[in-house]
Structures are given as structure tokens and as C-alpha cells.
């Protein structure tokens, strides 16, 4: 009787785990062609179980070759079937990067089209071609706005709060000290552990990709024009381009990352940068109301941070406007309305709860 194999460096152990992968993955194509009602998508992912069922062959036969033993019946993971429950609860765009982890492919299918672009497919993927560029140029700074608004209205409620409940000027500034290195530590953490975990899936599936391209890449081509044909392009069309692209691999790569898997090699950034990016923005929205605590006299401390937070609220909606194309002036009084409506609760809250104590 052969013994299970758990050395993860042998061939035996890769060629095992990716014959359960490609099982899985065609598990899930059916659950996705089950329940899709449009037609195109749902022979799309007839398509692609039958091309997972053909790679699961391929690795098949390198298990036997290898002296391995391949299961006569194959059955979910607990994991799987979870993911193929959630998918008829929630839908299928609520659990893409999760199908994307699982090496489900043609996820690109379920994002938007660019409005007057169709269906054209570059066929070498660069900056000045690629439809799947982000949208929005300016998401760096759109970031870092609203990381200043979060900092700004979470420590304006915070130190309010405090005040209510509190007249002491230290507990209210060290109130402030502590919430904005709180929040921002918390924000910085929260960012980095993100961006890390995106790039760490990304790097796995391209590396898997990278392997799949070089074992069979007719397969792969196949895979490609099936996506291309469910998004309008005849199939005959589809396959003569994928044929085109997978003659240079680096570009092949890139494709197959964005169509395959519904990947933006382009949106991810460095862990340590969006650490970095989110603490200093939380940092200088933090610090505007609490700067009047420093340096004011104890008497206009509380009213001037007040004043401070909303005139920040007031900035901060305007820039927004900027992305919006909404009037300045309109988007800073919302803004006003909503972060200094949630200071004010915060400071009666803090009044009731001084009061009820006292």
C-alpha cells in the first residue's frame, strides 16, 4: 500500500495538489454555470469545467507516471463546499477574490465594460492600450483624502466625547494623543496587512499560471478565447488573437492574470508604502482638532477644536468634489453636517453618561 505523500518539494506532492486544484476548480465552474441565467456566462463555465476536467487529466497522468495514486472518486473540500453555498446565497461578485484564491478562471466576465470600448481585446496588453486600466488616475490622493477624513472626524467625536463627559483639560488631551496614534497605528496595520495579502494571492496565482502557460498552453489559450467569446468576440476571432498574445510570455502572463482571474497587476501597491500613506493621513486629520487642545487656553480649547474640526470637514468635502463633480461648496457643507452630526451625538452622549456618573 503506498503511503500518502506530505513532502511539499517533491513533484509527486505538486502534481497531487494540482490535480485537486483543477478538481475543485471544475467542481466550481459547475455551481457557477448552475446557477448563472445568462446564457453566455453559463457555457463559459460549461467550457471551462470541461477544460479543468482535461488539465485534472494531465496531472493525472504525471501522478501515475510519478508512482503515485490518483482517487477514483473525487470529493469538495469542506472549504469548497462552503464557497459553492455562499455562491448561491450571496451571488458571485460578493466572493471574486475568494474564486480567484481557488483557481477559478473567466472572472473577468463580471466586471463592467468601458462605455463606447465593446468588446476589443488589445492584442499586447501596455499602458496606452489595456482597457482594464483603473478608472480613477487620482486613487492615491482620493486615498488620501478620505484617510484624513476618517482621522479627522473619528478623533473631532472622540475628543468631544471626552469633553462631555469630562472637564478636565489632560484627560481630554491625552484623550485626543491617544486616539490619533491609536487610529492611526490601527489604519496603517489595517492597510498593510490588506495590500500584503492581495499581493501574496496574486503572487501565488501567477506563479501557478506561470507553470500551467508552460505545461500545456494550448489549454490555456483555450481558456482565454472561451473568456473572450462569452464577451462578445467570435470564436474564431478569440483564438486567433489568444494565439498572438501567448506568443510572448510576459504579455501572456498579463493577460491571463486580468481575464482569467479578474487581476490588476497595475493596482497593487507596496505594503509599506499604503502603511505608511494611511497613518500619515490619518495622522493629519487627527491633529487638527486636537492641535487647539495644545496650545489654546484652557477656557476656548474645547469650543476652538470644535471649530478647527468643522472648518476641516468643511475642506475636506470640497476636495471631494473634486472627484465628484459636485459644487465645493455643496459637498463641504455635507460633509459638515454628517462628520460634525456625529461629534455632536458623541458629545451628548458624553454629556449624558458625565451627567449619569456624576
Given at each position: 500500500m503506498n503511503k500518502p505523500n506530505t513532502n511539499p518539494d517533491t513533484p509527486l506532492f505538486s502534481a497531487q495538489t494540482s490535480w485537486v486544484s483543477e478538481k475543485e476548480a471544475e467542481y466550481l465552474y459547475g455551481v457557477l454555470a448552475s446557477g448563472e441565467l445568462d446564457a453566455a456566462k453559463k457555457a463559459l463555465f460549461e467550457q471551462l469545467s470541461n477544460e479543468a476536467q482535461n488539465q485534472a487529466a494531465v496531472w493525472a497522468a504525471s501522478i501515475d507516471r510519478l508512482k503515485g495514486v490518483v482517487p477514483q472518486r473525487f470529493t469538495p473540500s469542506p472549504r469548497t463546499k462552503l464557497v459553492a453555498m455562499l455562491i448561491r446565497r450571496l451571488?458571485?461578485?460578493q466572493l471574486l477574490p475568494v474564486l480567484a484564491a481557488m483557481k477559478v478562471r473567466g472572472l473577468s466576465v463580471y466586471r463592467s465594460v468601458t462605455p463606447g470600448l465593446g468588446h476589443e481585446m488589445?492584442?499586447?496588453?501596455?499602458?496606452?492600450?489595456?482597457?482594464?486600466?483603473?478608472?480613477?488616475?487620482?486613487?492615491?490622493?482620493?486615498?488620501?483624502?478620505?484617510?484624513?477624513?476618517?482621522?479627522?472626524?473619528?478623533?473631532?467625536?472622540?475628543?468631544?466625547?471626552?469633553?462631555?463627559?469630562?472637564?478636565?483639560?489632560?484627560?481630554?488631551?491625552?484623550?485626543?494623543?491617544?486616539?490619533?496614534?491609536?487610529?492611526?497605528?490601527s489604519m496603517a496595520a489595517g492597510e498593510y496587512i490588506s495590500i500584503r495579502s492581495q499581493r501574496e494571492m496574486f503572487e501565488y496565482?501567477?506563479?501557478?499560471?506561470?507553470?500551467?502557460?508552460?505545461?500545456?498552453?494550448?489549454?490555456?489559450?483555450?481558456?482565454?478565447?472561451?473568456?473572450?467569446?462569452?464577451?462578445?468576440?467570435?470564436?474564431?476571432?478569440?483564438?486567433?488573437?489568444?494565439?498572438?498574445?501567448?506568443?510572448n510570455p510576459a504579455h501572456a502572463l498579463d493577460t491571463l492574470a486580468r481575464e482569467e482571474l479578474g487581476l490588476n497587476p497595475d493596482e497593487l501597491g507596496s505594503p509599506w508604502g499604503a502603511a505608511f500613506s494611511s497613518f500619515l493621513a490619518f495622522t493629519v486629520g487627527g491633529i487638527v482638532p486636537l492641535l487647539p487642545l495644545l496650545f489654546a487656553s484652557k477656557a476656548w480649547a474645547v469650543p476652538l477644536s470644535a471649530v478647527f474640526g468643522v472648518l476641516g470637514l468643511f475642506v475636506v468635502g470640497a476636495t471631494l468634489s473634486l472627484f465628484t463633480g459636485r459644487q465645493a461648496l455643496r459637498s463641504g457643507l455635507r460633509m459638515v453636517l454628517i462628520g460634525g452630526g456625529a461629534a455632536l451625538v458623541t458629545f451628548l452622549v458624553g454629556k449624558l453618561m458625565g451627567v449619569s456618573l456624576s
Open positions: 451571488g458571485v461578485r488589445p492584442v499586447a496588453i501596455t499602458p496606452e492600450n489595456s482597457r482594464h486600466r483603473g478608472v480613477d488616475s487620482g486613487g492615491s490622493l482620493r486615498a488620501a483624502v478620505f484617510g484624513v477624513n476618517d482621522g479627522l472626524v473619528s478623533n473631532l467625536s472622540l475628543i468631544l466625547g471626552v469633553a462631555g463627559a469630562a472637564s478636565e483639560p489632560q484627560t481630554i488631551v491625552l484623550a485626543g494623543i491617544a486616539g490619533l496614534l491609536a487610529g492611526a497605528f496565482q501567477i506563479g501557478l499560471e506561470r507553470e500551467e502557460l508552460a505545461l500545456y498552453p494550448a489549454q490555456e489559450a483555450e481558456e482565454l478565447a472561451l473568456i473572450y467569446q462569452a464577451r462578445g468576440v467570435p470564436l474564431a476571432a478569440a483564438r486567433s488573437l489568444t494565439a498572438k498574445l501567448l506568443e
